[in-house]
């Protein structure tokens, strides 16, 4: 019988058995922990998302393209005349330049075209040695808006345009619109006196960019100090006298310096002033007193690195100089929106002012509650800092010379004034970041109770500086004669040399003009030059509705009856404001 017994078994197997592989049924299975037989666990449990499925063009039917025209469905060339999807260079950027304001202003009358006449002068008192007026019949710059004289041009008929204009006397003086309401002038609107605190007068000039000096005697104020052998006598005083730069935002019923949009000097012991903050200046026992002739000198860097500052692009590692090229052809936009109003005998442009902001005047009086919990608050002025109305102009500075002396520079990187650093009166119609051509600083002298003061802007001055020469006369480093400035290779030359402030006046002047010109070309070519009232109304900028109410400003009332049709008052006429005395 065969033997039907189990053969036995081998201990030791022939072939090691393979781990198999986990399956996707299987990842439910695997263990929580890894495990020495299974480390890589996890990079299999884990399932890679799939990737997203791309989305596909929706392309029109055969049938539509043919209904639309399409000549070529598959492979064809693009039609060069066809808009591109990507906006042309220079499209977006030529749709968002801003464009005057338009109003709808009734026909101009005859006198409006005749030129603007000088204020009405008073006769009211003699003090050192001349007779000073009180000048009336006229409009004085108050809070939030600014005036300018203007006439109706009779070679463009079309009611909107209105052009700048001035009166006498035609040279370099004090602003008689620009000045505090008790200011008394002398006759050449060059020396100013008050009976009252320190009231402020600016001139009808003021620097942009480059170098410019200027002076101011006081002609009456503290008086020198007299050494009678061992006894020294003080004089009486006869008034007092602050001089330096301000910009349009200082206050006019304040002396000089005494914000942040000023500089100023002050006569008793020759100290500085900024922000209200006497420091001293001069040597000491020496002041400013009566029959001292005091220069100043301003340098503002080029508008173009002034722009840098303000638009944060400012670097001081590369911009280690001023060194620019002549302006070209283009340039920044100049944006003036002015609303000609009449004011008795006088046609003025009205437009908002710019205002002081709350940034300078955290800095000027800080809060201890913002100061421990803003950084941006804390950090001193410079060219970088984070607010814009703080940010400092590289290579600015004033300089001061007394009776032909120099006696140092008080001031240096003087705050940047253009837009957004200087802002209009935050209400409707009032557009930011737009500069109108008059932003700066402005020669500005503050009286006291019978203290006055005599400017001289050039070009014959009573102690020239060393280094102030002809205008006419330049000659570069290399020996090239300049011409209008630029010199053969290209140079701008105005910017580096010092120039009397007389010659800016006629600066500004022709860049008035210019302007005035390019206002007039840009009504003519979106409005189409159309000569009634309520036509050719410009699709690029609004259209506002012009004074209605004499009781009110005529920009006051332009916004607030913006777009709504109203009576406009006698035919013919630019409504009339009313200036109620201090």
Not at 229 to 247: C, M, Y
Not at 276 to 287: H, I, L, N, V, W
Not at 460 to 479: A, H, I
Not at 547 to 558: M, N, R, T
Request: with cysteine; net charge negative; hydrophobic share 30%.
């Amino acid at each position: 019988m065969a033997d039907t017994s189990p053969s036995p078994r081998s201990l030791t197997p022939s072939t090691i058995p393979q781990k198999r592989p986990l399956g996707i049924d299987d990842e439910q299975h695997v263990p929580a922990v890894p495990s020495p037989l299974n480390p890589d666990f996890a990079g299999s449990r884990a399932r890679k998302p799939a990737p997203a499925r791309e989305q596909r063009e929706k392309k029109e039917s055969l049938k539509k393209r043919e209904a639309k025209g399409v000549e070529s469905v598959r492979g064809g060339t693009p039609d060069s005349q066809a808009p591109s999807r990507k906006p042309k260079k220079g499209t977006e950027q030529s749709s968002n330049i801003p464009s005057l304001l338009r109003y709808k202003l009734p026909p101009p009358n005859s006198t409006d075209f005749d030129p603007p006449k000088a204020p009405i002068l008073v006769p009211t008192f003699h003090k050192a040695n001349r007779q000073f007026f009180e000048a009336s019949e006229h409009v004085f710059n108050r809070k939030g808006f600014r005036y300018t004289h203007c006439i109706a041009d009779p070679a463009f008929t079309f009611t909107q345009y209105h052009r700048g204009s001035e009166t006498e006397p035609f040279a370099p003086r004090f602003d008689y619109e620009d000045a505090s309401s008790h200011i008394f002038f002398d006759i050449h609107a060059r020396s100013i006196t008050t009976e009252k605190g320190f009231r402020m007068a600016r001139a009808n000039i003021g620097a942009r960019e480059g170098r410019w000096y200027w002076e101011c005697k006081v002609l009456s104020g503290v008086k020198p100090v007299v050494h009678d052998g061992n006894h020294i006598t003080a004089g009486d005083s006869g008034g007092h006298v602050r001089l330096g730069f301000s910009r349009r935002e200082a206050t006019l019923d304040t002396p000089v310096g005494f914000d942040a949009y000023s500089y100023g000097l002050r006569d008793v012991a020759g100290q500085k002033v900024h922000m209200s903050r006497p420091k001293d200046f001069m040597p000491a026992g020496e002041q400013i007193c009566e029959g001292d002739v005091i220069g100043l000198e301003i340098n503002l860097p080029s508008l173009t690195l002034h722009r840098k500052v303000v638009e944060g692009s400012y670097n001081k590692a590369v911009d280690v100089s001023d060194d620019v090229e002549p302006h070209g052809a283009e340039g920044a936009d100049i944006i003036r929106d002015r609303l000609p109003i009449r004011y008795k005998a006088h046609l003025y442009f009205e437009q908002f002012e710019y205002q002081s902001c709350k940034e300078l005047e955290e800095l000027m009086n800080p809060s201890p509650v913002i100061a421990a919990t803003s950084t941006s608050t804390t950090a001193a002025p410079n060219p970088n800092h984070s607010l814009v109305a703080l940010r400092t102009l590289p290579f600015s500075y004033i300089k001061v010379y007394k009776n032909g002396h120099y006696v140092g520079t008080p001031f240096t990187d003087l705050l940047a004034f253009l837009p957004p650093a200087s802002k209009p009166l935050h209400q409707a119609g009032a557009r930011d970041g737009l500069d109108d051509g008059m932003l700066g600083y402005f020669p500005s002298v503050s009286v006291f109770r019978g203290g006055a003061a005599e400017v001289n802007f050039g070009p014959d001055f009573w102690y020239p500086p060393p280094d102030l020469t002809e205008y006419s006369e330049d000659v570069d480093m290399l020996g090239e004669p300049s011409i209008n400035n630029v010199t053969r290779s290209g140079t701008s030359t105005s910017l580096k040399k010092l120039r009397s402030l007389s010659e800016r006046y006629n600066e500004q002047i022709a860049e008035d003009v210019m302007y005035d010109i390019i206002d007039e070309v840009d009504l003519w070519a979106q409005d189409g030059g159309q000569t009634e009232t309520r036509k050719g109304a410009s699709n690029s900028a609004p259209t506002i509705l012009g004074p209605v109410d004499p009781a009110a400003s005529g920009l006051e009332v332009a916004m607030a009856n913006s777009g709504v049709k109203v009576d406009a008052g006698q035919p013919g006429e630019i409504k009339e404001i009313i200036q109620e005395e201090e």
